[in-house]
């Protein structure tokens, strides 16, 4: 008998740790164990619910924009009216694209302090692209159809297998233009000397085609050579006060049309206001 009472006070210590840890598992014991973390009371989270919405700092702003502009030529001919030519006792000075831009940088900064010279300068230089590149383009037109008139032969107009390239820098709209206009140019000069290369055009007519076009861009490079920086506004030559009176004696009149600002070249400048003392 106390065998037997025993081995059942050795079962009831071993009943109770098992109801122990059936209840630790389950859950049946709500102060202990995993049920403080599985309790069925605890609300299950809502997949709908809003969630509230976190404040975050504004992201900050892109940087300033960079890029590049390369301009290629294939000609000599070209090449030579990037920089132009400096004076010399027997032969002028050549102004050349990189003293047009220069130039042209002055003129659009004077425009945009209001000064109507600088104003009538940008429109002569705006007419005068449009005209150098309506010839331009008249002459390749022209050398176009020449070389379609060899049906039997598949010419390619000749290129340089190392052409030059420069890097542009300009901050005038104008400049570009006129950068188009020397590629323009390279264009005819190539096209010129395919049609001398297969007997379409002598070497004299060759030469001429080359020379008109170069005469057209050379004028252009030159006109903003005329404008004179006096430091005057729309103002001053209503008024005819300050240095106006010289303006006019070195660039002429401004006609009305510019002076009331009825006419400004599409690519006009942003003004801006200068504060004057007292």
């Not at 005209?131 to 159809?145: E, G, K, N, T």
Request: glycine letters at 6%; aromatic letters at 6%; a positive charge.
């Amino acid at each position: 008998r106390q065998a037997t009472r025993i081995r059942q006070g050795r079962r009831g210590p071993c009943r109770k740790q098992q109801h122990y840890v059936k209840g630790l598992l389950l859950g049946s014991t709500p102060d202990q164990g995993l049920n403080c973390v599985m309790s069925t009371h605890d609300p299950m989270p809502d997949a709908n619910a809003r969630k509230p919405i976190e404040r975050s700092r504004a992201p900050q702003k892109p940087g300033a924009l960079h890029g590049q502009v390369w301009l290629t030529l294939q000609t000599h001919q070209a090449q030579q009216l990037i920089h132009g030519r400096e004076a010399a006792p027997d032969n002028p000075a050549i102004i050349g694209l990189i003293g047009f831009a220069d130039r042209l940088r002055v003129i659009w900064l004077a425009a945009r302090r209001d000064d109507p010279y600088a104003d009538w300068w940008l429109i002569k230089v705006h007419e005068a692209i449009a005209a150098a590149r309506s010839f331009i383009r008249d002459r390749q037109a022209a050398l176009d159809r020449q070389l379609a008139q060899m049906p039997a032969l598949e010419v390619s107009v000749a290129a340089s297998r190392r052409p030059h390239r420069a890097q542009l820098q300009f901050a005038i709209p104008c400049a570009y233009q006129g950068a188009q206009l020397l590629a323009e140019y390279d264009r005819v000069v190539c096209m010129a000397l395919t049609a001398r290369h297969i007997g379409l055009l002598d070497g004299s007519s060759c030469k001429h085609v080359q020379q008109a076009c170069a005469r057209k861009l050379r004028a252009l490079f030159l006109i903003p050579q005329g404008y004179r920086l006096l430091k005057i506004d729309r103002n001053a030559i209503r008024l005819n006060t300050g240095r106006s009176s010289e303006a006019r004696q070195l660039m002429g009149a401004v006609p009305e049309d510019i002076l009331s600002g009825e006419r400004q070249v599409p690519f006009s400048p942003r003004r801006v206001s200068l504060l004057r003392d007292g």
